[in-house]
């Protein structure tokens, strides 16, 4: 069978070799067994069920939850003569019976389609009374509340495990946390399925993060390497993805923004000019990116901080997916911290929830902060154990500078609990440096025993130790109102002198040369 998969690998693709697992999940789903598929953005997840659609008799099934995915896809097939169809709310009755006849006469090999048609009673019959090959269910992790989207419709995918109990099923995610992956096990019924795991490791791109300090400036020392390269710059708001895509064109990088709430077709010509043309820059927001197979992205910048670390693997995947050197910078602060925790606060949804991204924010914030090789602990949020540290990531790299900050810290906490655990960093900051300035004065706080207590650390260096305290949980900040700073439980150790505290030594909007990536 394997010979019949590399002929079809070779004739009907155009490719000499499988990569990675892609064999042995062919070979899995062909049989009739069913797979869990773990393979990075990029990886070749496709042919894991394009593949076996052509091995097996009958049509094949893929859920998928974007259109424009499956039409991109259905193009592609088109071209190499494997005929597939895409059914989506935009076909007329016409087109929709006319789709119904061929697939009755077995005509089509793959037909997509989104989970919530998929699961209505009236599809289930109509697929019940042809040859199925099997089912692919694309973007598997949509199915966890655990996972960062979470689609409530993909849990109704559980009842085709009854309904076709011969039908093999193959789900595939990009991103999934153990806990994720044994949450698609659960729900989509495949405890017994072949579970196949590759690494996430992308080796060719390099890490950096940086201290925000001024964003625009450090965004083009970062482009400088990046001189007529295609790349990606995230920001937050619609706001600021024009800004910025302004500005850049004005420093003589060709940059074009999107946005969720451009008119759509200004949005799909952007996005078609960075696709087919060389060297522009996309300013986006995250509704950039799905689905976007631009094989020689060279970098990806943040200039806001993701959500959680599943969005920045895949944001930052989006990068050199060709295998060549690529950069995936990010520059954070404090106010990113504060934005989303606020955000987050402020957000629908139920206690458990709010807690879970709570938690994804943290460990979001721990790689800011990191003292260890970022991609070490980009991977082990993946449970994904790297043994040696990478020596392709700023860490590796430049080293970091920890420094002891027991008794910075203590002063700062005191700064904090003496003015009435309310106020923002930049008055603390204030305070710590004995700035008597109209607020400080009218608040009576120069008269604090901590009052310029502070003066032998800089400006930068407090605002970067609040920082450190806030990404460390030790410090928590007020979110209905304007950012204040509150002690939180975990501090208590420190105060009381119990545990002493090393923190990384900011190096600030200086941008250290990485060595060039042939070196
Ligand atoms: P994913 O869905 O995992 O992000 P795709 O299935 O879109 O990845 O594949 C990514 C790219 O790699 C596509 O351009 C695809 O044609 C290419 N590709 C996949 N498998 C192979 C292979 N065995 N040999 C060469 N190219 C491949
Ligand atoms: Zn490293």
Not at 56 to 62: E, F, K, M, Q
Not at 122 to 138: G, S, T
Request: glycine content about 8%; overall charge neutral.
């Amino acid at each position: 069978m394997l010979d019949q998969a590399h002929h079809i690998l070779k004739d009907i693709f155009g490719y000499d070799s499988f990569r990675g697992n892609q064999a042995a999940v062919i070979e899995c789903v062909a049989a009739g067994s069913d797979a869990l598929v773990l393979m990075p953005t990029g990886g070749g997840k496709s042919l894991c069920y394009q593949v076996p659609a052509l091995l097996r008799d009958g049509l094949a099934v893929v859920v998928s939850p974007l259109i424009a995915l499956m039409d991109d896809q259905v193009a592609t097939l088109d071209e190499l003569g494997v005929s597939s169809v895409a059914l989506n709310s935009t076909l007329g009755p016409d087109e929709q019976r006319n789709i119904a006849e061929r697939l009755k006469r077995g005509e089509i090999k793959l037909l997509y389609l989104a989970p919530e048609r998929l699961v209505q009673p009236r599809m289930l019959a109509f697929l019940q009374k042809l040859p199925i090959a099997l089912f692919a269910i694309d973007e598997a992790h949509c199915v966890s509340q655990w996972g960062h989207d979470f689609r409530p419709e993909y849990l109704q995918l559980g009842q085709l495990a009854e309904l076709f109990p011969l039908v093999p099923r193959i789900a595939l995610t990009a991103t999934a946390d153990k806990r994720t992956r044994e949450e698609i096990a659960v729900r989509l019924q495949l405890e017994n399925a072949g579970c196949f795991l590759s690494s996430f490791d992308r080796p060719n791109i390099f890490y950096r993060i940086v201290p925000k300090d001024q964003p625009r400036k450090q965004l083009l020392s970062f482009l400088a390497e990046h001189k007529g390269d295609a790349g990606i710059v995230y920001c937050l708001s619609r706001k600021k993805v024009e800004e910025i895509a302004g500005f850049l064109s004005q420093q003589g990088f060709p940059a074009l923004p999107y946005h969720a709430g451009l008119p759509s077709e200004l949005r799909a010509a952007n996005q078609k000019r960075f696709l087919n043309e060389e060297g522009l820059v996309m300013v986006a927001t995250i509704a950039f990116g799905m689905g976007i197979d631009k094989p020689n992205v060279r970098f990806v910048a943040h200039l806001d901080l993701p959500k959680s670390l599943e969005a920045y693997y895949q944001e930052t995947g989006r990068a050199g997916r060709d295998g060549l050197p690529s950069d995936a910078w990010m520059a954070y602060g404090l106010q990113d911290m504060i934005f989303l925790k606020q955000m987050l606060a402020n957000s629908e949804g139920d206690e458990r929830h709010k807690r879970v991204e709570q938690h994804k924010l943290e460990a979001m914030l721990a790689l800011c902060e990191e003292t260890r090789c970022r991609r070490q602990a980009l991977l082990a949020y993946f449970d994904e154990d790297l043994p040696q540290p990478c020596g392709h990531c700023d860490i590796c790299v430049d080293g970091v500078e920890t420094w002891n900050a027991t008794e910075a810290a203590r002063l700062a906490l005191s700064t904090i609990y003496r003015s009435g655990q309310r106020y923002g960093v930049g008055h603390l900051v204030d305070i710590l440096l004995g700035r008597a300035n109209d607020k400080v004065k009218g608040l009576g706080h120069h008269h604090l025993s901590v009052f310029g207590l502070g003066k032998q650390h800089s400006e930068g260096e407090w605002r970067s130790l609040f920082r450190q305290l806030i990404a460390r949980g030790l410090v928590d900040i007020d979110l209905d109102g304007y950012g204040g700073l509150r002690l939180s439980e975990s501090c208590r150790p420190l105060l009381r002198g119990e545990v002493s505290l090393q923190l990384r030594r900011d190096i600030g909007s200086t941008l250290p040369k990485k060595p060039s990536a042939s070196a």
